[in-house]
């Protein structure tokens, strides 16, 4: 691999990630009508949580479905197309998830997973956060 062609990759990669950053954006927001209080990404927590309420000992992660693998139309797909380059990342990207929910189950956290394909029904995600904070 040449390293031009390691740079537009990372290049492109980069701005594949900016765009999926707005599902994370949608639950915060969702998260902030309904008055809770959180911390971002807390990087002593295993997986740097997305959001963590830790009063609550109560972490929530947003996934988009593509680099974290989800089984659905959108990251189904895209991840066996892209099986060549990109599975082997989107493979770790989900061990790492798997290790990361777990290690937090065992320390007594709670974790919500929340996927990108999760998002549409903005109703449907405030319910399903309520439940979960408040539960
Ligand atoms: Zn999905």
């Not at 949608?26 to 949580?49: C, E, K, M, N, S």
């Not at 770790?92 to 320390?107: S, Y």
């Amino acid at each position: 691999m040449d390293k031009l062609s390691t740079e537009a990759r990372s290049a492109n990669m980069k701005a594949i990630r900016s765009v999926n950053t707005r599902p994370e954006m949608t639950v915060r927001r969702a998260v902030h009508r309904l008055g809770f209080r959180y911390r971002l990404h807390r990087r002593d927590l295993p997986g740097t949580p997305d959001l963590v309420f830790g009063p609550r000992q109560k972490a929530i992660f947003v996934h988009g479905c593509y680099w974290h693998g989800h089984g659905c139309k959108r990251g189904g797909k895209g991840a066996k197309s892209n099986a060549g380059y990109w599975g082997p990342k989107i493979a770790r990207n989900k061990e790492r998830d798997a290790k990361a929910e777990f290690d937090l189950r065992e320390a007594g956290w709670q974790v919500l997973v929340l996927w990108e394909c999760d998002l549409s029904d903005n109703d449907a995600l405030e319910l399903r956060l309520s439940h979960f904070l408040m539960g």
